[in-house]
Structures are given as structure tokens and as C-alpha cells.
């Protein structure tokens, strides 16, 4: 069964007011005020000396789990919502591999289910490790752009995305943290030109996000109410207070606060609120919770998974 042996995150400590980028993105001061007081989207975070190498190695340079087990990493998986996000011939992750004394592992990117290429690559990692004759054997899943072009600061009327990174340890067994079911459902009618794609995107959200929370629970067999905490990914609040109220579950049971103090930082959303969880305390042994997230790019892809702590 798949399993998270450890997490290590990185959140630049520049802060940048969403209204300082008003010019940079072309927003009217009306479309500045709906992302502050309607999305609840007043600040952004950004790394702006570093580069995504930098990025990458601020997360993997937490994850303590890592020293001494190098030689056990089989995988190492960049999740990525863009395709491309450096010029040619660069190549961050392979360089991160060599730095780290990782160069024996099998390093590629996923993309294709933009933000929610996160969970993916999680699930990929499980299935190599599941075909690796070496059952101690790990893989790493790493996540974290540059916010370094307009497509990939703003996704119209809905977000505005953060520079942060995550680095996380998937093994083929373990203790907590254990994978019980993951959903994904792809929606290829939300692809389109941006704009259009957008309007749609915001009206199909809700449902879409319900649904697949709806199918990770019937394949893990669990119910909703033995769900101890959500873990979304950082678009907005008004997303996921609507998705709550659809859903039937009081917005508590969501944790929200990166949403105002972190933003939306492409696919590292659920390990960053993995981390912020467990810091607090709300996973606690034995109990069940959900990650959840959506992708809107070539199509919109929606998934969840249920884990076990």
C-alpha cells in the first residue's frame, strides 16, 4: 500500500499584495478588489533571487527523512501544472539529482493534469514502487514552479498563484499515512481558449470537486463524517465554501489558512497543508483525511485521495 514516510516544505518569506501586481497582470482596480475581498486572495508569496532549482532544493534540503536513505530512492518525480518552465536546455531536476546524491534514480516530470498533477505523481510513485523487485526501495515527489510568465501567475477571476516548493518521501508500506483510494476525473470539455475555458471552469467546479470526493470515499469505503480534516489545494475560499455547502460539511473541517498566508502554489498545495496539519496536530494516529485538488489546463482534471495517518 502506498505510503507518505515524510514531507519537507519551502515558503518564501516575500510577500507581495495582490495590488502591487495590478499592473504586471493587467487588473482593473474592480478585478484587484474581487481577489481581496471575494476570493480572500490579498497576498502572494515569491521567491524573486531564486531560481527553481533554488526552489526545488529549499524543500528537498527539509526533508530530513532523506539523509542516509539517498541509496533507497528508485524515483524522482517533479510535478509539475506547466509543461515547460525553463528555458532549453535547462534541466532543474537533474541538476537537483545530482546535487543530492540522487544521480542513480530514475528522474522524469508529470504533467498534463496541471495543479492536480500532484496526486498523480503520488500515485505513479506508489505503482513504480509496487513494480520495484526492492520493497524498501522509495521514490521522491517534488512540486514547485516559478510564477515566471502572465499564464502562470493568473488564472483568470479565479487565482493567483504562489512561488513555494514540497518535497515528499512515497514508500511501498508504512505505519501512517497509508493511501486507501485515489479518484481522478478528467473533464476534456473544459478545454478551450482560456477565457471561455475559465467562465466554465468556475461553474463546473463544485460539482466536479464533489464528485470525485464522493468516488475517493466509496473506494476507500469510508464516509464523510469520518473524515477528521480536508486538505485543499490553495485556490481561493469562496471555491471551497461552496463546495462545502454541496458537500454538507461545515467549513472548519477545511484548512484554510494557507489560502490567506501561503497562496496557490501550483501542485505543492497538499503537501504544504499536509505539513501545516500536522504541525497543529489535527492528523492524528488512526484517523482518516482527505486531499483534494482541481486542474484547469488542456481539459480540467479533478481529484482526491483518502489516506490513513
Not at 486572495?41 to 539523509?67: K, M, P
Not at 532543474?92 to 546535487?99: A, M, Q, Y
Request: aromatic share 6%; with cysteine.
Amino acid at each position: 500500500m502506498t505510503a507518505i514516510e515524510a514531507v519537507g516544505t519551502y515558503v518564501p518569506q516575500q510577500r507581495v499584495p495582490v495590488g502591487a501586481l495590478a499592473g504586471a497582470l493587467g487588473l482593473s482596480p474592480i478585478q484587484v478588489a474581487m481577489f481581496e475581498r471575494f476570493h480572500k486572495l490579498t497576498e502572494v508569496r515569491r521567491d524573486a533571487d531564486g531560481s527553481l532549482l533554488d526552489l526545488l532544493l529549499a524543500a528537498t534540503d527539509r526533508l530530513a527523512a532523506l539523509r542516509g536513505n539517498e541509496h533507497r530512492v528508485k524515483y524522482v518525480l517533479h510535478a509539475r501544472a506547466f509543461p515547460v518552465v525553463v528555458p532549453f536546455p535547462g534541466n532543474p531536476l537533474h541538476e537537483l539529482c545530482r546535487r543530492s546524491g540522487l544521480g542513480h534514480a530514475e528522474a522524469f516530470t508529470v504533467t498534463q493534469q496541471s495543479c492536480a498533477t500532484g496526486l498523480l505523481a503520488i500515485d505513479i510513485a506508489g505503482r513504480l514502487l509496487a513494480a520495484c523487485a526492492e520493497p524498501d526501495a522509495l521514490a521522491l515527489v517534488l512540486a514547485g514552479e516559478k510564477a515566471f510568465t502572465r499564464d502562470s501567475r493568473l488564472l483568470p477571476d479565479t487565482s493567483i498563484f504562489s512561488e513555494g516548493s514540497a518535497a515528499c518521501l512515497v514508500s511501498l508500506d508504512g505505519p501512517r499515512d497509508r493511501l486507501l483510494a485515489y479518484a481522478s476525473l478528467p473533464r476534456g470539455d473544459f478545454d478551450g481558449e482560456q477565457e471561455e475555458v475559465s467562465a466554465r471552469f468556475q461553474r463546473g467546479y463544485k460539482a466536479g470537486m464533489v464528485d470525485v470526493i464522493h468516488a475517493a470515499l466509496d473506494d476507500a469505503g469510508v464516509k464523510l463524517d469520518e473524515i477528521s480534516v480536508i486538505l485543499p489545494h490553495n485556490v481561493n475560499q469562496v471555491s471551497w465554501r461552496r463546495v462545502c455547502k454541496l458537500l454538507g460539511v461545515p467549513l472548519t473541517r477545511v484548512l484554510l489558512d494557507n489560502v490567506l498566508s501561503a497562496g496557490h502554489m501550483f501542485c505543492a498545495d497538499a503537501f504544504v497543508n499536509y505539513q501545516t496539519a500536522k504541525e497543529r496536530g489535527l492528523l492524528r494516529p488512526g484517523e482518516r483525511y482527505l486531499v483534494a485538488a482541481a486542474g484547469a489546463g488542456l481539459g480540467a482534471t479533478f481529484s482526491a485521495m483518502v489516506f490513513e495517518h
